[in-house]
C-alpha cells in the first residue's frame, strides 16, 4: 500500500514538473504583447470583479438613505485597505521571489516560500483580529468616523475583524498563483467570492433586516469562499503545492519577503493612511463631503484596477524573463503596458468628466454628495491617464527586486504627495484642496518616476551587458576545454 501511495505521488511530481517546464517555455519564448494580454485578461477581471464587491457594499447600503451609513463603508474601507497590504507584503514578496526562483528552475526553493508566507500571512491576520476587536472604538475613530458615523463603523469593523486571517492568506494565494502563470485558478476564486457577496448584500441587508451589518457578514463570507477555491487552484496546472512540512521561519524568508513585498506594504499602507487623512479634510465639510469623497474614491479605484490587472499580467512575463536574463522582453512588456495602459486611462478619464453626476448619483443621490463629488472625480480625471507609466514602473522594479526604488515609487503617489496635498491645500483652497489634493499627487508622482526610471534602465542595461559577459566567457572556456583535451586512444 505505501508503494503504490509512494508510486502515485512519483507519478504526480513529474507530471507537475513537466507543466511546470511547459509554463517556463511558454513565458520565455512567446511574443511578450501576447503573453501579457494572455495574462493579463484574467487579472483584470479579478480586480475589476474585486472592486464591484466593493463597490457593491456601498451601493446596497446606500439604499438605507444615510449618509452617516454610507460614510461608515469608506471608513472601513481604510480597514480593508491594512488587510490588504498585509496580504499583499507577504503575497507580493513571495510571489516575486517564486516568479524568480522558476525562471531559475529553482522548484523546491519556491515551495518553501509558498507555503511560508502563507502561514505567515494567516499569523498576521489573526493578530489584526485581535488587536482591533481589544481596540474597536478608538480604531473607528482613528478610521475618520464622525459621531454620527461611529455606531455604523463599529457595527462594519466587528464583522469585517473576524474574516481578517484567511483574507489576508487569499490575498497571498491569489499572488503566488498569478506569479507563477496560473491567473485563471485565481480569477476563478476571486470571482465566486464576488458574485457570492453580492448575492448576499441584499439578502442580508434587507430581506433579514441586518442593515449594514448584513453588508460586512456579505464581505467575509464571499471572502471565505474565495480562500477554499483558491487553496483548491493551488493543486491544480502544475502550481507549487503548499505542504505544511515546508513551513520555513528562516531569516532567508524574512529576507526575501520584505525585499519583494516591503514596496506593496508602502502602497497599500499608505492607502490606507490616504484615506484617513481624506476623511479627516473632508470630514470638516460635513457627512455629505465624507460620502461623496467615499464614492468618488470607490469609483477611481474601480478604474484603476483594471490597470493594477493590466500590470499584474505583466509581472509573471517580467519575473519569469529577468530570472531567465532575456533583459529586452523585459523592456518590451513595459513598454507594451505603458502604451496601452495610458491609452485606457484617457479613455476612462474623458468617460469620467463627462459622466461624473450621473456616477455619483448611482450610489448616493443626495444633491449636496452629488455636487461635492462631481468637483472632485473631474478634477482626478484630468490627471488620471499619468497614472499608468507610474504604475506600471512600480510593478517591474518590485518584481525585478530593486527594493529601495521600488519602494520609492510605490509611496509617491498616496503617500510622498497626496497626505501632504489632502493635509495642507484645504487651508488655501477650502474644498477645492480636498477635491484637487489626488490631481495633485499624480503630476508629482509622474515626474518623480520619470526621473528614477532613468537610472533603473540604466542599471538594467550594465545587468544586461556583464551576463553577455559571463556567457561569452563560459563560451570561451568552453571551446578551450574542447580543443585542449587530451585525444582517447582508439580501440579495436
Known sequence: MYHNHHLHETKHLKEANLLQEEKYHHLTTEPVGRLVCEMAVPTIISMLVTAAYNLADTFFVGLLHSNAATGAVGVVFSLMAIIQATGFFFGQGSGNYISRQLGRHQTEDAETMAISAVALAFLAGVVLLVLGQIFLRPLALLLGSTDTILPYAC??????????????????????????????????????????????????????????????????????????????????????????????????????????????????????????????????????????????????????????????????????????????????????????????????????????????????????????????????????????????????????????????????????????????????LDQWGVQLAQSMADVGSFALTLVMMRRVFRNLREEEHAAMLLRHHRQSSEEYSAENAPEMPETL
Not at 464571499?222 to 483558491?230: D, E, H, N, R
Not at 503548499?242 to 506593496?264: A, M, Y
Not at 493612511?273 to 474614491?297: E, K, Q
Not at 443621490?365 to 507610474?390: H, K
Request: proline fraction near 4%; aromatic fraction near 10%.
Open 155 to 428: 457595527d462594519y469593523l466587528r464583522i469585517i475583524l473576524l474574516g481578517a486571517p484567511y483574507m489576508t492568506a487569499s490575498f497571498v494565494l491569489n499572488n503566488q498563483l498569478r506569479f507563477q502563470g496560473s491567473a485563471v485558478y485565481s480569477m476563478i476564486g476571486i470571482v465566486a467570492g464576488a458574485v457570492i457577496n453580492v448575492g448576499l448584500d441584499p439578502l442580508l441587508i434587507f430581506t433579514f433586516r441586518m442593515g449594514i451589518t448584513g453588508a460586512a457578514l456579505a464581505t467575509i463570507i464571499g471572502q471565505l469562499c474565495s480562500f477554499a477555491l483558491l487553496l483548491l487552484g493551488c493543486t491544480q496546472g502544475g502550481n507549487l503545492r503548499l505542504h505544511p512540512k515546508k513551513i520555513r521561519f528562516t531569516r532567508h524568508i524574512f529576507k526575501e519577503i520584505l525585499r519583494g513585498g516591503f514596496p506593496s506594504l508602502c502602497r497599500q499602507s499608505l492607502m490606507a493612511v490616504s484615506t484617513i487623512c481624506l476623511n479627516v479634510a473632508a470630514g470638516h465639510y460635513g457627512d455629505a463631503a465624507i460620502a461623496a469623497m467615499s464614492v468618488v474614491n470607490r469609483v477611481m479605484t474601480t478604474a484603476n484596477s483594471a490597470l493594477i490587472g493590466f500590470g499584474q499580467g505583466f509581472q509573471p512575463v517580467c519575473g519569469f524573463n529577468y530570472g531567465a536574463k532575456f533583459y529586452d522582453r523585459v523592456r518590451q512588456g513595459f513598454r507594451f503596458c505603458v502604451k496601452w495602459g495610458t491609452v485606457f486611462l484617457i479613455v476612462v478619464a474623458a468617460a469620467g468628466l463627462i459622466f461624473a453626476p450621473q456616477l455619483i448619483a448611482v450610489f448616493r443621490n443626495d444633491p449636496e454628495v452629488v455636487s461635492f463629488g462631481t468637483r472632485a472625480m473631474r478634477c482626478q480625471c484630468i490627471t488620471f491617464p499619468l497614472a499608468a507609466y507610474a504604475l506600471v514602473s512600480n510593478m517591474m522594479t518590485q518584481t525585478m527586486g530593486k527594493t529601495l526604488p521600488a519602494t520609492i515609487l510605490a509611496a509617491a503617489r498616496q503617500g510622498l504627495f497626496f497626505i501632504p496635498a489632502v493635509m495642507l491645500m484645504p487651508l488655501w
